[in-house]
């Protein structure tokens, strides 16, 4: 922060997952800004904000996140997720700085035939509300010649809402609850580490290599039956995992079975490495949740 009160980060949804784990990683030179600091889907707040304080790197983690709630309140979803970006993507081009838009794997509908992941050059399939307006995010924050968008997946990791969790501190709690517990396992992604994808976006940050597409995610292809197989084995919770069908799980919204993501790209910028989705887990299981 110079004596103009500029600094050289803006972090929007600042009190997520991400956007929480963003500001901890990038420290004093960041401002965080939660939803009730600065909604993104008030353009003239945002732009007065963005103005004054006139940051070199916009890190856009909010959005409208709740996948299957986005079925029934599709404008709502599409007015944080795609709106509110591409205004985010004029006011940055305005100031000169560049915007950094978070998206995720289910814009990969469809699975490919033989399944192999996904580059940043393979063609798009959303498949329902979330997927379609993240990636309509992903074309409006292209408004800023200085764009980048980082396709991610499965994200766990802290968060300053206490109500919140993800499929890791749920299974634990489940686990910890129940004898057994019913895990789908027809869909094939990377599950990802907050703090891995935020110290790779702070790289990026950084660095500034070519603007466009950059798929973040750890290393490996894994289902959430076989994650929450493994978060009990290093947990040392004795639970049974069942598998089961999305079909039998029956979430509102589709969910992609297939979407794991190549991040050579990413890699080949020989930015921090992703480790494996294991032990990206290890990691935060006994870390994050003081297991040993
Ligand atoms: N979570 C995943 O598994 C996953 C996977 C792939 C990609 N992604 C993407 O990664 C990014 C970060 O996800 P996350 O897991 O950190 O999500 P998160 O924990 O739900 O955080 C999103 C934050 O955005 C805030 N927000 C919602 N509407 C807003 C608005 N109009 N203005 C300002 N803030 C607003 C939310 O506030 P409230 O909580 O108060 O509503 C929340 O704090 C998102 O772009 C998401 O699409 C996530």
């Not at 990683?25 to 732009?47: H, M, N, P, W, Y």
């Not at 110290?199 to 959430?224: C, K, M």
């Not at 190549?262 to 032990?279: C, E, F, I, V």
């Amino acid at each position: 922060m110079n004596a103009h009160g500029d600094c050289e980060y803006v972090v929007t949804g600042a009190k997520g997952q991400l956007g929480s784990e963003m500001c901890r990683i990038l420290g004093q030179s960041c401002r965080g800004q939660g939803f009730a600091e600065l909604d993104i889907c008030d353009k003239q707040l945002v732009t007065g904000y963005l103005h004054r304080h006139k940051p070199r790197v916009v890190i856009n983690c909010a959005a409208y996140t709740a996948v299957d709630q986005a079925e029934d309140f599709a404008d709502q979803c599409q007015r944080v997720n795609a709106v509110a970006v591409g205004h985010l993507a004029e006011i940055t081009a305005e100031i000169g700085a560049t915007l950094i838009q978070v998206s995720t794997d289910y814009v990969f509908g469809n699975p490919p035939n033989p399944p192999h992941p996904f580059t940043e050059e393979t063609p798009t399939s959303p498949v329902g509300v979330y997927a379609q307006t993240k990636l309509e995010g992903e074309q409006q924050a292209a408004k800023n010649p200085k764009h980048m968008v980082v396709r991610t997946c499965g994200l766990y990791g802290q968060s300053e809402r206490p109500s919140s969790g993800n499929f890791v501190t749920t299974m634990i709690r489940l686990g910890r609850e129940r004898d057994f517990v019913s895990v789908v396992n027809d869909q094939h992604c990377t599950p990802t580490s907050v703090k891995e994808l935020a110290r790779a976006i702070a790289f990026l940050a950084d660095s500034s290599p070519a603007p466009g597409i950059y798929h973040v995610v750890n290393q490996g292809e894994t289902t959430w039956f076989e994650m929450a197989k493994e978060t009990f084995r290093i947990a040392k919770i004795d639970c049974e995992v069942k598998p089961i069908t999305s079909d039998e799980f029956g979430a509102k919204a589709p969910r992609p079975p297939y979407s794991v993501l190549n991040a050579d790209k990413y890699h080949a910028l020989d930015g921090p490495r992703m480790s494996t989705w294991q032990d990206a887990l290890t990691s935060y299981i006994r870390e994050t949740l003081k297991i040993e």
